[in-house]
């Protein structure tokens, strides 16, 4: 298993990863700098330089440090993949639908569900973007889309979350501000890495990334490496 950012759902069917072609829209997707607590859509570039300005400022507020041991990281350690019970006030938990569906529902277009169920979700359209494709996704084949932690939880666990109460692990494993679904293997291929190693392939979303990124660090008191900050403050013009 990928650490920290590797979604755990299999293909039911055991074939291929389904299809995918390129889009010039990104359907309902929100600009981070508009979506503080992740509950709207996607990620919308950040184009104007009056916003990227914002973004630069979000993005000089977080802290730097390096990159602790991964020693003792497990992905159990942040609770099970994926709960409805992170107990910390985080938008979605205790629904009654787990967060892997909250956020298909989330950020999927043309949703469809379960015979009987208003949560389980078997068919969408999601406008991915890392990627800036369209991919149709289906429960059968469920690794076409994954979700990414866009802090991977085993860098989160690095950079201070090993020291956290198992509580406070579940809420950023499970929060929606630190998570997106995208296309699978480019999320396969993102791993654990931080901004410096690792950024969407699409060079547009970069800026907006680079946002969610910084967001999810301050609200969580996560710092990141000094090299990864330098990286996001370049993707908004800096």
């Not at 590797?6 to 995918?20: E, H, N, Q, R, V």
């Not at 409805?84 to 529902?105: E, M, Q, V, W, Y």
């Not at 692990?169 to 931080?194: C, H, M, Q, Y």
Request: glycine share 10%; charged share 25%; with cysteine.
């Amino acid at each position: 298993m990928l650490a920290g950012c590797k979604d755990l759902a299999t293909p039911a069917d055991g074939g291929p990863s389904g299809s995918a072609v390129p889009t010039g829209g990104n359907g309902r997707a929100v600009s981070p700098l508009d979506n503080p607590d992740g509950t709207k859509p996607g990620l919308a570039a950040i184009t104007s330089a009056a916003d990227k300005a914002k973004a630069r400022s979000l993005i000089e507020k977080v802290a730097t440090k390096g990159r602790g041991p991964k020693t003792g990281y497990e992905r159990d350690k942040f609770g099970y993949a994926w709960m409805d019970s992170a107990p910390g006030g985080i938008p979605f938990a205790h629904n009654g639908c787990d967060t892997r569906n909250d956020l298909l529902k989330r950020d999927g277009e043309k949703v469809r569900y379960r015979a009987g169920s208003n949560c389980v979700v078997t068919s969408l359209t999601l406008h991915d973007p890392y990627t800036g494709k369209t991919i149709e996704w289906t429960k059968s084949r469920a690794t076409t889309v994954q979700i990414d932690h866009v802090m991977p939880l085993s860098y989160d666990w690095q950079m201070g979350a090993a020291r956290w109460t198992k509580g406070e692990r579940e809420d950023i494993a499970n929060d929606p501000l630190n998570l997106i679904p995208v296309d699978g293997p480019t999320n396969g291929a993102k791993s654990d890495s931080g901004p410096a190693t690792w950024l969407p392939p699409d060079k547009t979303i970069r800026c907006a990334y680079s946002v969610r990124v910084a967001q999810v660090s301050l609200k969580y008191k996560l710092p990141v490496t000094v090299a990864d900050k330098r990286m996001m403050l370049a993707q908004c013009g800096a």
